[in-house]
């Protein structure tokens, strides 16, 4: 799709490419950016759409208190489909991709946000429920890190509350095992950001890891800071998780991808065993937009430590470097 740059381009001349690419009646649209960021580029087509009484279908697995374009459109407009809550001609509907799975009819608009969340579909999947409901003259918008539609047009939308650079992971491999002992880069990279000042945060696999890299840097403590801690997924006790959260030059081991920080500043993300099968490339990408929440204007780091780089770490880089290129050539960046 032919987009013309001016000296800055933002989130109103993404919304009104949206718009236009609807109004000429494709049928597919890629919408390409990074985990978290802001769905509100829809909004303008969602209210053309609304006015014109099409029918609309958004599919987000968000709980729906956290859902962005809600606070944005009068309740009477849309229906919030759970799993026994049945469809309402006349209205938005808006439910998850295990809801949207039972839906039976044919709709003018179908978006699937991929991108609030923690990522749970792959690109068949996706584009598979995009297509079924999608009626003869309708439109199927993917809004995520990649192309779902393949030899459709892409609106790239790579743009941070800084207009800065996105962050882009850098991987440090190493031969020791992580399991019993930190790794002498990965060391000096923890004493850096706890002489800035920086929280860190360790993601692992899984609560056994967790525990194993604890049990070797809480004697790192004099050291390093006497500020490590770690929480274990589904643990109900959180009392570790505030002493990280209250804490400066704090370090923080687990294996819970939950919101818990997501306002914080002067945050870095460390990924222990990237290699392991469990991170695969949009889960990657998905740790490392994290750190674009912060509203800091001090960029944080996202660190990678494996024996080797993967094909999934090697695309979740992939990922974030393209757009980066996209967000310079089409003129997203503040230079």
């Known amino acids: 799709m032919a987009i013309n740059i001016n000296m800055f381009r933002g989130k109103e001349e993404v919304s009104q490419d949206i718009l236009r690419y609807c109004r000429n009646k494709h049928d597919r649209l890629n919408v390409i950016s990074y985990f978290y960021n802001t769905a509100t580029i829809f909004l303008t087509t969602i209210f053309y759409y609304l006015n014109n009484n099409k029918s609309i279908v958004y599919i987000t697995n968000e709980v729906e208190d956290k859902i962005e374009i809600l606070n944005y459109i009068n309740k009477e407009k849309y229906i919030y489909l759970k799993d026994s809550s049945q469809e309402v001609k006349g209205k938005m509907i808006i439910c998850n991709y295990n809801r949207a799975l039972y839906l039976d009819n044919r709709y003018d608009l179908i978006i699937f946000d991929d991108l609030g969340y923690m990522p749970l579909q792959d690109k068949k999947s996706i584009e598979r429920i995009l297509i079924r409901l999608c009626s003869d003259s309708g439109i199927a918008i993917s809004y995520s890190i990649e ?57 692992v696999p899984d609560k056994i890891k967790v525990l194993n890299i604890y049990s070797y840097m809480d004697k790192l403590k004099r050291k390093l800071t006497e500020n490590i801690y770690y929480h274990i997924k589904d643990k109900k006790d959180k009392t570790y998780i505030k002493k990280f959260l209250s804490s400066n030059n704090s370090i923080l081991i687990t294996d819970d991808y939950d919101e818990f920080y997501e306002d914080l500043n002067n945050i870095n993300v460390m990924v222990f065993f990237a290699d392991d099968k469990i991170y695969d490339y949009k889960t990657l990408v998905y740790i490392t937009s994290k750190v674009e929440r912060a509203e800091s204007l001090e960029r944080g780091e996202v660190i990678f430590l494996c024996k080797e780089e993967t094909q999934d770490i090697h695309k979740a880089k992939f990922i974030m470097r393209e757009l980066n290129r996209k967000a310079w050539e089409e003129g997203f960046l503040k230079i």
């Open 147 to 203: 192309p779902v539609f393949l030899k459709d047009d892409n609106i790239y939308f790579p743009m941070n509350k800084n207009k800065t650079p996105l962050i882009e992971p850098r991987v440090i491999t190493t031969r020791i095992n992580i399991n019993e002992d930190l790794p002498l880069a990965a060391y000096e990279y923890l004493t850096w950001a706890i002489s800035l000042n920086r929280r860190t945060i360790i993601y």
